[in-house]
């Protein structure tokens, strides 16, 4: 049995014993259960109430029947034969060829799909587990192989990096002009009269489509409209304050606030909430495809299969803690540093946008960024449980560090050119902002909400002692007057 196995055979254990506890709860038990001491319903009453306060509210409840089927094993047996007949087959009964480029290249390819092979069957499950897990195992393999190859970029000199991405595509290795998305930012041009709205068709390209899909992901990804629509416009910014390193980056003020943010960008972020809002109402109730008796049910099965096995909500509260707060800024520092290193990175690498391996670049952070904020989200909720980083959320940080000491090796001079001063002074007054309410809000207030606290006790201290006082005054006259009294009364019965 695999992991995924044993999680979904642990998870139907769980709903089975709460369904059996709700049962008796309800006092519905079935025939073959001996019925219960009043005492024992209370016990598990306070049992399953226990549990239930520490399930995380965000978490939805999840029903499996815990069927294991043949799409559901490891296979690491059938693939490891496989694997050996097809090394056979290129050993014994191919004839090598003697070109040594394209040897060099099939064994690299080779090496790649063996490391694969052994890492979609052997390496640790994720937080993921539909469509397969197997998937997201690929995805993690993939991750490996992409740094692996970063590493190796980054410790060419420029020209050999440049020349060598000839071996993946011939074409490449030669410099690009890019294109210049700014210059007549007139919307309505009452020169040209053929067609005055033809700078708003020409801005009309493939980026549009590619934004809003994009910010969907990136919603699914992230589960927050807030954090969404701050990286959104802070990524506009980017684009304002490094327009003079980038071409590409020097657009339209429309371009930017109108097509980017307000129609691109927010219809793709509302469009991802109004997903996440149906993936937290929906029932996660699973059932084995061949224990469903109508077709119907077994296409809804199926369609169901790639949708996510249980749902958790994010709540990043940042706010809430010191801890929190560093995270969250981190997320979105991160966030940034990746957009651009799209850019960037195709840059110094003499990549055209419309080339087939920046699409591939983009599938791959669509495929293992919903994984990586997973894993920071459960490390960050639930440190006592999550004691180290996720393993996908680990090689994300470290593929996008990479990517931005290959731009900084490969042309520090666009990096280092002089940031106009403007926009360093609206920086620096950001930046200034958010570290006085850091300190405000993590340092100050705390100081002065527990100086406030303080003072409060000590002043309520005195009164309470007063009072403690004045009731022991009480007693002692009240005893005083009754020893008099009693002394007076023995001095009668004596002079009686």
Not at 95 to 120: H, M, W
Request: glycine fraction near 6%.
């Amino acid at each position: 049995m695999t992991k995924s196995e044993s999680k979904r055979s642990g998870a139907s254990a769980i709903s089975a014993a709460a369904a059996a506890a709700e049962q008796v709860n309800n006092g519905s038990l079935d025939a073959g259960f001996p019925e219960q001491s009043p005492a024992g319903k209370a016990k598990v009453m306070k049992q399953t109430s226990r549990e239930s306060l520490q399930r995380r509210n965000t978490e939805c409840e999840v029903y499996d029947d815990g069927t294991n089927t043949f799409f559901w094993r490891a296979h690491t047996l059938t693939v490891l034969f496989i694997l050996t007949c097809a090394l056979v087959y290129v050993t014994l009964l191919e004839e090598t060829p003697q070109d040594t480029a394209y040897n060099t290249k099939r064994g690299i390819v080779a090496s790649i799909l063996v490391f694969l092979c052994f890492g979609v069957t052997q390496a640790k499950d994720g937080p993921f587990t539909r469509p397969h897990p197997a998937y997201w195992r690929f995805w993690l393999c993939v991750s490996v192989a992409y740094e692996l190859f970063l590493i190796f970029i980054l410790f060419q000199t420029v020209h050999d990096g440049r020349q060598f991405m000839k071996y993946i595509d011939p074409k490449l290795g030669v410099p690009l002009p890019e294109r210049d998305y700014g210059g007549n930012c007139l919307i309505y041009d009452p020169g040209n009269t053929t067609d005055p709205f033809h700078n708003v068709w020409d801005k009309m390209d493939g980026f549009v489509p590619a934004h809003f899909l994009g910010w969907y992901i990136k919603t699914l990804m992230i589960r927050d409209w807030w954090m969404c629509m701050i990286i959104s416009v802070m990524f506009e910014f980017l684009e304002y304050s490094l327009e003079h390193q980038l071409p590409n980056f020097s657009e339209c003020w429309w371009d930017h606030w109108i097509m980017d943010v307000l129609l691109c960008n927010s219809l793709g972020i509302y469009c991802g909430m109004k997903t996440l809002a149906w993936l937290s109402m929906k029932p996660y109730q699973w059932q084995g495809l061949w224990n469903i008796p109508t077709y119907k049910g077994k296409i809804k099965r199926i369609a169901f299969q790639f949708t996510p096995y249980s749902w958790v909500k994010f709540e990043w509260k940042p706010a809430s803690n010191l801890r929190r707060w560093l995270a969250v800024l981190g997320i979105i520092f991160m966030f940034l540093l990746a957009e651009l290193n799209t850019f960037y990175l195709k840059f110094v690498l003499w990549m055209p946008p419309e080339h087939y391996l920046v699409l591939l670049r983009l599938v791959f952070f669509v495929n293992v960024g919903g994984v990586a904020m997973r894993e920071i989200y459960d490390f960050m909720d639930d440190p006592t449980f999550h004691k180290k980083l996720g393993q996908q959320a680990w090689l994300v940080s470290t593929i996008t560090v990479t990517e931005f000491l290959i731009v900084l090796k490969y042309d520090p001079h666009t990096l280092t050119l002089p940031i106009p001063f403007s926009v360093m002074q609206c920086w620096f007054l950001g930046i200034l902002l958010i570290l006085i309410w850091t300190l405000w809000r993590f340092f100050i207030r705390d100081i002065t909400l527990r100086y406030k606290e303080t003072r409060r006790r000590k002043q309520e201290a005195p009164v309470d002692w007063d009072r403690q006082l004045g009731n022991g005054s009480t007693a002692a006259a009240a005893s005083g007057r009754s020893k008099l009294n009693g002394s007076s009364e023995t001095l009668r019965q004596r002079k009686s």
